[in-house]
């Protein structure tokens, strides 16, 4: 007989986890949650390839950004096609309206949940595989889409039962011309203190400077205090975009604090940005984070469409669960003897029919049974044995309680569920 070896050196690859038992029940209660809460604002969820042809992101997210030039996993094909592991989302969310003819039946609302892949240093919250919820409002213009989505983002982290943990920081990015002279004025003050710059923020200085306000670098940082604000450069719609946003948001009950040092670099990106962070993750502090993007599903070859959205990792949001609700308990199904084996089988498929989850033992002698009974939590064991067989009944002990109740075999599901036998 051959012998087959566990291999222990082989490890997941770096950046990447496995999700078993608590991980992966946290991991469910956030996405089961999420698809619940966002339910009930009208959303619909949708699911897409995890691999694109490359020009949905490297166009997305832009040639500059770190994620296109550091951090995508592409490859490729066998074909020569040029494809990548989706970063993030919305990109993938935005091409498949528009090639699945969806343009012509706005709004459209999109929920998905899925893993996403970056190349990045892992580190607490944060994979090289990582996996997100994310929210999609595609063809909706006013502020009220907007403070709708952001609603929806506190009460999904309502639901997680995290809200106290976290805060919600805004701001307005303006319309084009707001931008347009908001980036003059960057370009200006940068170029005075390019020498002070990081190499990446110099780069970015000549191609898009906003980049330069989301730098981690320490030299950068230490020149934005002093750098222009989009608030002095508001055009009047603008402002009153803003102005009835942040109005709804209070009429909603949605607390927040601006931020003004949010920012998104693509030109596609305008008025609204928001992220809702927290301290208990250290530097990893967001959660949740989004904003309006109304010129991508252009970028994806369909007709400029507004839209806002979010995304939340995961990971991160499982990490500041408190409470999880536990796996059901079972109850043990446990023949007594060869000859009960058949009676046992049909109660077991008739107890998970009436939706109870059930499990029985492969082997093993009645003591063994009822230990691995106690060890899988079970609520009941059902004993069948011959006795009960010939009088069509079964014993069903409370493992809790240790009272032992005999029931009708065809009643034994019913029984289960209600507490009450049925008479024979």
């Known amino acids: ?79 020569g096609e040029s494809l990548t592991l989706r970063p993030e989302g919305t990109a993938a969310i935005c091409r498949a309206l528009v090639t699945n003819g969806l343009t012509q039946s706005l709004p459209q609302k999109v929920f998905y949940a899925g893993p996403m892949f970056r ?41 997680l039962g995290i809200a106290h943990d976290v805060v919600l920081e805004l701001n307005t990015l303006g319309d084009m011309a707001s931008r347009d002279a908001w980036r003059t004025a960057l370009i200006a003050y940068f170029s005075d203190r390019r020498a002070d710059l990081s190499p990446d923020s110099q780069a970015r200085l000549d191609r898009n400077p906003l980049r330069i306000l989301d730098s981690k670098a320490a030299q950068d940082r230490a020149l934005l205090a002093d750098a222009p604000m989009i608030a002095d450069f508001l055009t009047p719609d603008a402002l009153a975009f803003w102005d009835d946003l942040r109005r709804t948001l209070d009429v909603m009950g949605v607390r927040f604090r601006e931020n003004p040092r949010i920012v998104r670099g693509l030109d596609y990106y305008g008025h609204t940005a928001f992220e809702f962070v927290t301290e208990r993750l250290g530097a990893q502090g967001t959660v949740l984070a989004g904003g309006r993007y109304d010129g991508l599903v252009a970028e994806m070859g369909g007709p400029k469409t507004p839209a806002i959205g979010w995304a939340g990792g995961i990971e991160r949001l499982s990490m500041l669960l408190e409470d999880i609700p536990a796996d059901p308990r079972p109850v043990a199904v446990i023949p007594m003897g060869s000859d009960a084996q058949a009676a046992a089988i049909t109660v077991l498929q008739a107890v998970r029919g009436a939706g109870v989850r059930a499990e029985t033992s492969y082997r093993g002698n009645m003591k063994r049974r009822m230990e691995r009974a106690n060890r899988m939590n079970a609520t009941h064991a059902i004993v069948i044995g011959s006795e009960e067989i010939a009088r069509g009944v079964v014993q069903v002990k409370d493992l809790d309680s240790g009272q032992q109740t005999e029931v009708p075999m065809d009643g034994v599901a019913a029984f289960l569920v209600s507490g009450t036998p049925k008479k024979a």
Do not use: C
Request: aromatic share 10%; no cysteine; glycine share 8%.
């Open 119 to 159: 190349y990045e240093r892992p580190q607490k919250g944060r994979y090289r595989q990582f996996h997100q919820i994310g929210a999609e409002l595609l063809g909706a213009a006013e502020p009220l889409a907007d403070a709708e989505v952001i609603a929806m983002g506190r009460d999904v982290l309502q639901g």
């Open 1 to 79: 007989m051959q012998e087959y070896r566990v291999v222990s050196s082989l490890q997941p690859v770096r950046g990447t986890h496995d999700l078993i038992g608590e991980d992966r029940r946290r991991f469910n209660h956030v996405v089961e949650t999420a698809r619940r809460i966002v339910s009930l604002y009208g959303f619909d969820e949708w699911a897409t390839p995890v691999f694109e042809d490359t020009r949905v992101f490297s166009r997305s997210l832009g040639d500059t950004s770190d994620v296109v030039s550091k951090e995508m996993y592409t490859f490729e094909d066998r074909g």
